[in-house]
């Protein structure tokens, strides 16, 4: 099976830290994607990557950036956690020849 | 503009009962595909069904159909005989073929509670 991992399924930051949300999978997919789920606006795209050390901002970059130094890892920071970002983050992968997407399990961040 | 729209954030349906999730979407790429995602309480994204935008017949998965109406530009879930586990949000969602980055655009989703 296609897994997709996140590193914490619950995580409490305070305000100004830098945070740090893994995500690894196992089956070689090229693209990678970061949403937020939000009560009442469904998943928004943050950032996605279809290649190692390649990025593309998604619908709601600001505050947050990207690094994908392997193909199996896609890491979402957030420079300087505010209380705004509170929210879940899910973490998906596809393959282009698939139509399918393979979420992770989803880490729900709280900054307080 | 909101390219899907869900418009009912939440319903009941008794169980055993059918039910039908609505979904609206907005394109002007001519190939896509749509895609319904249950997620229950515990959070991960399971897809449940994928209709193209040339696909002939409405897709089917088991009690999961999509009755797939393009010149409406909809897509709407229906499920049969529904479950108690069948409780979950649910997310209708859209793939561009234009768009070369396969990212899947979202709607606001809609939370169904069966009822024994």
């Known amino acids: 099976d296609v897994k997709v991992t996140q590193s914490s399924r619950y995580l409490v930051k305070r305000t100004g830290e830098k945070v740090f949300l893994e995500c690894v999978q196992d089956?070689?997919?090229?693209?990678m994607f970061w949403y937020r789920q939000d009560p009442g606006l469904g998943l928004r795209l943050i950032y996605f990557?279809?290649?190692?050390?390649?990025?593309e901002k998604g619908d709601i970059p600001e505050g947050y950036s990207v690094s994908r130094e392997k193909k199996e890892r896609f890491s979402l920071i957030l420079e300087s956690a505010s209380t705004n970002q509170t929210s879940m983050y899910l973490c998906?992968?596809?393959?282009?020849?698939?139509?399918?997407?393979?979420f992770g399990s989803g880490t729900r961040l709280t900054v307080v | 503009a909101q390219k899907i729209t869900q418009t009912q954030p939440g319903m009941f349906v008794q169980e055993k009962e059918a039910v039908t999730l609505d979904c609206t979407y907005d394109?002007?790429?001519?190939?896509?595909?749509l895609f319904w995602y249950k997620q229950p309480s515990s959070g991960e994204m399971i897809f449940l069904i994928y209709?193209?935008?040339?696909?002939?017949q409405n897709a089917t998965e088991g009690r999961y159909s999509l009755n797939f109406q393009k010149a409406r530009k909809s897509a709407n879930l229906v499920i049969s005989a529904s479950q108690l586990g069948d409780s979950a949000m649910y997310f209708c969602?859209?793939?561009?073929?234009?768009?070369?980055?396969?990212?899947?655009?979202f709607g606001s989703g809609t939370r169904l509670l069966v009822r024994p």
């Open positions: 998906a992968s596809s393959s282009p020849n698939l139509y399918g997407y393979t």
């Open positions: 209709q193209g935008s040339y696909d002939q």
């Open positions: 990557s279809y290649d190692v050390k390649m990025k």
């Open positions: 969602a859209m793939r561009e073929t234009m768009d070369s980055s396969y990212k899947l655009i």
């Open positions: 394109t002007s790429d001519p190939s896509y595909g």
């Open positions: 089956m070689d997919h090229e693209n």
